[in-house]
């Protein structure tokens, strides 16, 4: 498998010291979150993507996906929704990275008319990311916290450049065997986004291996060239340990992991 970390993990830290933090432990690539308080954000000016696409260029790294935190199946009108896609659209592609993670967000609406939502404005914004070969995934999270939520609006949508993302701690929450969200993910999934928490009313994040989160089944089905993405939210849990220390032993618990017997 090849692996990537997500940048939720260094809040803030330069794209220099990313770079190196990845090809230092073994990472093939990384999750930029794409968020006005982080080096890479939708309202970046051109020449300073140029020079993200060097440093990354320069250590050999690949920029996995564009974080973003566009909410498809949100409230309102689809207007403002569809222009912050075309601009994560247009980051990924201006970084050559090759997806765009996307939330349902769909709060507590009817389901029926949430799933419309997405649906209508993934459809919408396809051609686009088409254009710019870039691929839009839809997270497993909120309001389609399970593998089958997520599979059910991708799959009414219908395009190869919609695809999903499968992020283990939901799909766990939601109750949802991982053999079962695999099986509905996979004719769509872009890739998957691991982490571990203690349990299910403690989210704060964990080294790989030290939680509850059924990792080895979650992994169990994937090939070779899949792509897996560590999600350490020290983000939203300032007081969790440090991830640089903890890279290499989180690489090497997922290699483990991956060299598992396939069923």
Not at 25 to 38: D, I, K, S
Not at 99 to 106: E, I, L
Not at 214 to 228: E, I, R, S, T
């Amino acid at each position: 498998m090849k692996l990537a970390f997500s940048t939720l993990g260094v809040p803030g830290l330069p794209m220099a010291e990313v770079v190196r933090l990845a090809a230092e432990h073994g990472y093939q690539g990384v999750e930029l979150r794409a968020h006005p308080e982080e080096p890479v954000h939708p309202g970046l000016p051109a020449p300073e993507r140029a020079a993200v696409v060097e440093e990354f260029a320069r250590g050999g790294i690949e920029i996995l996906t564009v974080a973003g935190y566009a909410r498809v199946a949100a409230e309102g009108d689809d207007g403002p929704v569809l222009d912050e896609l075309a601009g994560l659209v247009e980051l990924a592609h201006d970084l050559g990275a090759g997806n765009v993670r996307v939330f349902p967000g769909g709060g507590g609406q009817d389901p029926a008319e949430a799933d419309a939502a997405a649906a209508r404005r993934l459809a919408a914004a396809a051609p686009h990311a088409a254009e710019r070969k870039v691929r839009i995934l839809l997270e497993t999270h909120d309001s389609h916290r399970a593998g089958a939520d997520v599979a059910r609006v991708v799959g009414t949508v219908g395009h190869g450049q919609i695809g999903a993302l499968w992020d283990v701690m939901h799909t766990w929450l939601a109750g949802e065997d991982p053999a079962a969200s695999h099986a509905v993910l996979a004719p769509h999934l872009g890739y998957v986004q691991v982490k571990d928490i203690a349990s299910a009313d403690d989210l704060t994040p964990l080294p790989l291996g030290a939680g509850v989160l059924p990792l080895a089944a979650c992994l169990a089905a994937l090939n070779d060239d899949d792509w897996v993405c560590w999600e350490y939210e020290k983000r939203w849990h300032p007081a969790a340990s440090e991830l640089p220390d903890l890279l290499t032993p989180g690489r090497e618990h997922l290699l483990r992991l991956g060299a598992r017997p396939r069923p």
